[in-house]
């Protein structure tokens, strides 16, 4: 096969490039393969991305506050019953 269209991850994250690399290899054979693969490689990029710009803390702070005020209504729900 040609030079990869994402051979500008290789060595910045090698991963993201294999991933990206193995879509590129099966698309000709195996489509279905192909979109695993860029499934993954879009969920391997988002986790970077917040990994990169601390959205995990901040994703976990909101789901721990969404629990809390889920647990609160359930709690009012049954006094109420």
Do not use: C, W
Request: a positive charge; glycine letters at 2%; charged letters at 35%.
């Amino acid at each position: 096969m040609s030079k990869s269209n994402f051979e500008f991850l290789k060595g910045v994250n090698d991963f993201l490039f294999a991933i990206a690399r193995a879509a590129e290899k099966n698309y000709p054979d195996d489509p279905n393969t192909t979109l695993v693969k860029l499934r993954q490689f879009g969920e391997a990029t988002a986790k970077h991305l917040a990994k990169l710009l601390d959205i995990e803390e901040a994703l976990a702070k909101a789901a721990k506050k969404a629990e809390a005020a889920k647990k609160r209504a359930a709690k009012k729900a049954a006094e109420n019953s």
